[in-house]
């Protein structure tokens, strides 16, 4: 069974800086998507970014950037230029590629709950 | 924003009471999910669908059932609740499978309480 390992469960940025959420994941699948969702205190579970498995190249959105390594099996997510508005929990979640059964349901880490200082 | 609503949006409930919980979609999106939130555990899948009449138990799913008789609706009962059932439910639905799809997009939650 896949798993995802968020190791950090509380980090800080100030204001305009650069942070690295981080996050491992197990699998012995080879083609699969992973996700970072953002989920602000309102509690909505907002869609920050998303990456396949078979893309070598790095997914980026606006401020938000990955870095995925595959044979590490690591994706970490970087905030660039914190804003105040970043602050809430980050979720990081896996999917596998095939929508069989019960395989294309998200699986999710922990989350890591983000502060930003102005 | 995917057009997903759940409701109600907060209930309290007693234990030993039924709860139906309800997800809403206006995106004609085949799979549903319901997901339950509780501190330390993320989230955590309980049921879901993958086509009208189409269901099959998550992780978590003693205690729920659901029911899927329209492609926008999709249904989370708990049949005699439970104080280990308070938690935050999120309902979420994707496309069909495909590299261009499987994104899942989540409902506003839903909180219940049971006393």
């Known amino acids: 069974a896949q798993t995802v390992t968020q190791s950090q469960p509380e980090m800080s940025v100030q204001e305009a800086e650069t942070v690295t959420l981080s996050c491992t994941y197990d699998t012995s699948e080879s083609d699969y998507y992973l996700f970072w969702y953002k989920q602000p205190p309102s509690r909505q579970m907002i869609l920050v970014i998303r990456?396949?498995?078979?893309?070598?190249q790095n997914a980026t959105e606006n401020r938000f950037s990955v870095n995925f390594q595959k044979a590490a099996k690591s994706f970490s997510l970087k905030i660039s230029d914190s804003q105040l508005g970043d602050a809430a929990m980050y979720f990081c979640a896996y999917r596998s590629s095939n929508y069989g059964g019960s395989q294309g349901n998200l699986i999710f880490g922990k989350g890591t709950k983000l502060s930003v200082k102005p | 924003d995917a057009g997903i609503t759940q409701s109600p949006r907060h209930k309290v409930t007693e234990t030993g009471t039924p709860v139906t919980l309800r997800c809403h979609q206006t995106e004609n999106h085949r799979y549903m999910y319901w997901y339950r939130q509780d501190p330390g555990h993320g989230l955590r899948l309980i049921h879901y669908?993958?086509?009208?009449?189409?269901?099959d138990k998550g992780e978590v799913s003693d205690g729920y059932s659901v029911s899927r008789s329209k492609t926008e609706d999709f249904l989370l009962t708990l049949e005699s609740a439970t104080s280990s059932q308070t938690s935050v439910y999120f309902c979420?639905?994707?496309?069909?499978?495909?590299?261009?799809?499987?994104?899942?997009?989540f409902g506003p939650g839903t909180r219940l309480t049971v006393l």
């Open positions: 990456q396949e498995a078979y893309k070598q």
């Open positions: 669908s993958y086509g009208v009449k189409d269901t």
């Open positions: 979420a639905i994707s496309e069909s499978s495909g590299r261009s799809g499987g994104t899942q997009y």
